[in-house]
């Protein structure tokens, strides 16, 4: 028989009832939440991105600052070392002053002979990047080609450019071609295998889509495949950049013909024993090639500062 006494009523009053199931998921629900709150209040890594002007122009400012310091600390324990007669090799900041950069007639033949050397990187650039960019579209359009020509870019590379200058002179002579193809030579690796790589990163899906819709390959490559690819192509330019300074004083070294730029400068000084000239050329020739590889680096972020992370946006 059913117990159906008061007693038993209140007794099956006293037993607590189970456990909502809102109740139990609470618990779960507030384990999900709380690692998308850090994930939101967690800030890049490793420093945050300074908020004020004047924190940015700092982060901009003291880390090349305090690396030229520690150059300058540098070259003067180098110098010390040297025995007396032998620091002229090594001239002191006030020598090289006195002796080249305060002197009207130093600072009007640097201007003239940077813009000389400006001219060849420049003119070298002109022919690398064309080339490298059909080299890339070639090897992505055809495995087969890409087997065909890429060990050729890496031999070209690697061979050394004092081994090919008898060949470019006695082809070409010596005068400002052989300069310019020295330059290309130099500046090309980059562009094609950084451009390949990014077109070969294109998102699978959108060239899908793309072929869904009956696209032509040529539609393909420029509307879907070069935008991902830009910031990639633009890595390749500023590597190149940076290379087109240093290959046009190379060139010079070894075709002296006619008014050279800055490496013939350098060559001349050296053997009039003018180093403080020599040294201001040096100086001239480093800060046209930071120069040149900042207006690349400039103009990547104004290009992909809107939509792609190497544009270094600040978020």
């Not at 967690?42 to 520690?70: D, N």
Request: glycine residues 6%.
């Amino acid at each position: 028989m059913t117990d159906t006494t008061p007693h038993s009523a209140t007794r099956a009053a006293a037993i607590p009832a189970p456990q909502t199931a809102p109740d139990a998921a609470a618990p779960q629900s507030a384990a999900q939440t709380a690692p998308q709150t850090a994930l939101s209040t967690h800030g890049p890594v490793p420093f945050a991105p300074p908020q004020s002007w004047r924190a940015r122009l700092a982060m901009l400012v003291i880390p090349p600052v305090v690396v030229f310091i520690l150059l300058l600390v540098a070259y003067a324990m180098v110098r010390a070392q040297l025995e007396p007669h032998r620091q002229f090799l090594m001239p002191s900041g006030q020598a090289l002053w006195e002796n080249a950069l305060s002197r009207p007639e130093v600072l009007r033949d640097l201007f003239d002979r940077a813009l000389i050397t400006l001219g060849l990187a420049m003119a070298g650039l002109a022919v690398s990047i064309p080339v490298g960019i059909l080299l890339a579209v070639v090897m992505f359009r055809a495995v087969i080609l890409e087997r065909a020509l890429f060990p050729n870019i890496v031999a070209l590379q690697s061979i050394p450019t004092l081994a090919i200058i008898p060949l470019i002179q006695t082809a070409l002579g010596f005068g400002t071609l052989p300069k310019i193809l020295i330059v290309a030579k130099f500046t090309l690796f980059a562009i094609p295998i950084t451009l390949l790589l990014g077109l070969r990163s294109t998102d699978r899906d959108t060239i899908n889509l793309f072929k869904l819709q009956g696209a032509p390959w040529r539609t393909i490559l420029i509307k879907a495949c070069f935008p991902s690819a830009a910031p990639a192509l633009f890595a390749g330019l500023r590597i190149a950049a940076s290379l087109a300074v240093l290959s046009a004083i190379v060139s010079e070294l070894f075709f002296l013909a006619g008014r050279g730029g800055l490496g013939q400068m350098i060559i001349n000084s050296k053997i009039d024993f003018k180093y403080e000239e020599m040294y201001a050329a040096l100086i001239v020739a480093t800060l046209m090639s930071v120069s040149v590889y900042v207006a690349f680096t400039w103009l990547g972020h104004r290009l992909f500062s809107e939509w792609h992370e190497s544009g270094g946006k600040e978020t």
